[in-house]
């Protein structure tokens, strides 16, 4: 408030001896000082917001992209064609994924001759479930190997833990203990 009260009061000794055409442009830069010091942090918060969603949005694509991608674990033999699982992965992603999000991503093989076995075999799944020709999900190239594991070793990850469990017990009631 003081800095505007002075700037108000040396905008008034200038114009009495100034002309007019600097008095109009001192009045109109006093103005715009008063306005951008009361809107001031909206100005610079939209980039900063900007940057700090761009992170998100990135993670968020590669969540997206590490989720739709089909790993060695869904090919099977040297025919690399799709396991039931592999399967049923290429018909989520088809049919359930959000119509943005509809791309298949196949992990590389060894060679070129393995990768393009692997995108026929997902080409011959979508092909064989007649999706819409609007709907049918891109197929993509991927080099990041999806976390996965074997079934078997996540059962028994499974039955370790719950064998590891305490068995459930009440503490024990003493006589000098109030009841509820």
């Known amino acids: 408030m003081r800095l505007m009260a002075a700037q108000l009061l040396v905008l008034l000794l200038f114009l009495n001896g100034s002309s007019t055409a600097q008095a109009g442009k001192l009045w109109h830069q006093f ?5 951008d010091t009361h809107r001031w942090p909206k100005p610079l918060d939209t980039v900063d917001r900007h940057n700090v969603r761009a992170v998100w949005k990135i ?21 690399q ?6 399967k049923k992965r290429v018909r989520w992603i088809a049919a359930q994924s959000t119509r943005k999000r509809r791309q298949i991503f196949v992990l590389r093989g060894e060679n070129n001759f393995v990768t393009q076995r692997r995108i ?8 064989d479930w007649n999706t ?13 190997q999806p976390p996965a594991e074997s079934g078997m070793r996540i ?19 003493s006589a000098n203990t109030p009841a509820n």
């Open 31 to 35: 103005w715009d000082t008063f306005r």
């Open 155 to 173: 059962h028994q990850m499974h039955r370790e833990f719950q064998e590891s469990q305490p068995a459930p017990r009440l503490p024990a009631v």
């Open 81 to 86: 064609d799709l396991t039931a699982t592999g």
């Open 120 to 127: 026929d075999s997902v080409q011959a799944e979508l092909a």
């Open 59 to 79: 993670m968020q694509d590669n969540g997206w992209k590490l989720q739709n991608t089909l790993g060695d674990h869904l090919f099977k033999g040297r025919g």
């Open 132 to 144: 819409d020709q609007d709907a049918t999900p891109r197929i993509r190239i991927s080099d990041r």
